[in-house]
T-cell receptor
Framework: DTGVSQDPRHKITKRGQNVTFRCDPI?????LYWYRQTLGQGPEFLTYFQNEAQLEKSRLLSDRFSAERPKGSFSTLEIQRTEQGDSAMYLCASSSGTSGRGDTQYFGPGTRLTVL | DAKTTQPNSMESNEEEPVHLPCNHS???????IHWYRQLPSQGPEYVIHGLTSNVNNRMASLAIAEDRKSSTLILHRATLRDAAVYYC????????????FGAGTRLTVKP
């Protein structure tokens, strides 16, 4: 079990640029989640995949944000035309999807985005 | 959405037990109670979860009130490594994507 990995760990960009983050879930985990966390706050849910299907998107996910999980394995989160308000920690989590006892989500270390 | 209420911060002495409370008065019958914690500069880490009965694992114990409107996470002997933000979250059975984190409780452990 190698855990959830995210790349890059840190990203500094200028306002208006596009950025893309990658998440590799625990192998064989069917569910993958993206969260955003700002300083002093708990993680906020952004979106969720069951295999390759994106099943839920938060209203926080504006049209500048897009997420994919093309083969049901790794996922990417892209932010277009970044704004300073996008500066945050972006967290990825995965779970096995074997509900019945409350699925446990396993989180990656996060990607810290700074928009200058 | 069912919400949880936790104290903003708590302090404990090393090697003493810690009781972290959580109120969830609007919990529904299918909501699981999850606890996660987040150490500095890391992603959240699962601690424990339960539905109705008290639960124990190697990390902690979860005591759930009989009416399920509150719960308490118990760390039996706090260590300096337990200093973290602890989140109490409700998630729907068969709908785990509905996890909403609050601000959590920041636990400080004093040596």
């Amino acid at each position: 079990d190698t855990g959830v990995s995210q790349d890059p760990r840190h990203k500094i960009t200028k306002r208006g640029q596009n950025v893309t983050f990658r998440c590799d879930p625990i192998s064989e985990h069917n569910r993958l989640y993206w969260y955003r966390q700002t300083l002093g706050q708990g993680p906020e849910f952004l979106t969720y995949f069951q295999n390759e299907a994106q099943l839920e998107k938060s209203r926080l996910l504006s049209d500048r944000f897009s997420a994919e999980r093309p083969k049901g394995s790794f996922s990417t989160l892209e932010i277009q035309r970044t704004e300073q308000g996008d500066s945050a920690m972006y967290l990825c989590a995965s779970s096995s999807g074997t509900s019945g006892r409350g699925d446990t989500q396993y989180f990656g270390p996060g990607t810290r985005l700074t928009v200058l | 959405d069912a919400k949880t209420t936790q104290p903003n911060s708590m302090e404990s002495n090393e090697e003493e037990p810690v009781h972290l409370p959580c109120n969830h008065s609007t919990i529904s019958g299918t909501d699981y109670i999850h606890w996660y914690r987040q150490l500095p500069s890391q992603g959240p880490e699962y601690v424990i979860h339960g539905l109705t009965s008290n639960v124990n694992n190697r990390m902690a114990s979860l005591a759930i009130a009989e009416d399920r409107k509150s719960s308490t996470l118990i760390l039996h002997r706090a260590t300096l490594r337990d200093a973290a933000v602890y989140y109490c979250i409700l998630s729907r059975l068969y709908n785990n994507n509905d996890m909403r984190f609050g601000a959590g409780t920041r636990l400080t452990v004093k040596p």
